[in-house]
T-cell receptor, first 112, second 113 residues
Framework: GEDVEQSLFLSVREGDSSVINCTYTDSSSTYLYWYKQEPGAGLQLLTYIFSNMDMKQDQRLTVLLNKKDKHLSLRIADTQTGDSAIYFCAERYMEYGNKLVFGAGTILRVKS | DTEVTQTPKHLVMGMTNKKSLKCEQHMGHRAMYWYKQKAKKPPELMFVYSYEKLSINESVPSRFSPECPNSSLLNLHLHALQPEDSALYLC????????????FGPGTRLTVL
């Protein structure tokens, strides 16, 4: 079935690394996404990874994928106060019109 | 340019009103989406248009009526809504190919009185 799960809350100090975790369920090849949502705003695409990859790095962001455990993580290096937001993991169901199924979202709070 | 625009930013309407939400993209994308997001919840898919044809309707009540007049525009017509329909309505678009990353607009905050 469709189920994407995330840890709900993370608090870090400015300058530390943040790691947000997600698990997904689809067993076929798929794309997995990380979106950021600030209060009152839409979703900003941060990065994505195809399920046959292990890792993707984009500036301060590193995505790690463990296909066996269907576990995805987003690491933010040198976390800043501007990184405070809700982070959504999403899985794309390519057999169903590219429908995105989102996790519940992780609230990241960065303390200065 | 990865911009999706939505109007209005905020909308307050009564249960007997008829209103429309608008979404526009000029990225040449051929798939467009409507999502509904309640407070403190993730977005939930409502409709998908692919090449201007409705391809997915996630069992949305008929008081929500989507329309895709051309490949750049997506409307959501609202009629006889209920207070529980109050939410953030997000539009997204994607290329419509296998590398189909969805880009989201800022949303319309809808309040139904």
């Amino acid at each position: 079935g469709e189920d994407v799960e995330q840890s709900l809350f993370l608090s870090v100090r400015e300058g530390d690394s943040s790691v947000i975790n997600c698990t997904y369920t689809d067993s076929s090849s798929t794309y997995l996404y990380w979106y950021k949502q600030e209060p009152g705003a839409g979703l900003q695409l941060l990065t994505y990874i195809f399920s046959n990859m292990d890792m993707k790095q984009d500036q301060r962001l590193t995505v790690l994928l463990n296909k066996k455990d269907k576990h995805l993580s987003l690491r933010i290096a040198d976390t800043q106060t501007g990184d405070s937001a809700i982070y959504f993991c999403a899985e794309r169901y390519m057999e169903y019109g590219n429908k995105l199924v989102f996790g519940a979202g992780t609230i990241l709070r960065v303390k200065s | 340019d990865t911009e999706v625009t939505q109007t209005p930013k905020h909308l307050v309407m009564g249960m007997t009103n008829k209103k429309s939400l608008k979404c526009e993209q000029h990225m040449g994308h051929r798939a467009m989406y409507w999502y509904k997001q309640k407070a403190k919840k993730p977005p939930e898919l409502m409709f998908v248009y692919s090449y201007e044809k409705l391809s997915i309707n996630e069992s949305v009540p008929s008081r929500f009526s989507p329309e895709c007049p051309n490949s750049s525009l997506l409307n959501l017509h609202l009629h006889a809504l209920q207070p529980e329909d109050s939410a953030l309505y997000l539009c997204a678009s994607s290329q419509g190919t296998s590398a189909d990353t969805q880009y989201f607009g800022p949303g319309t905050r809808l309040t139904v009185l």
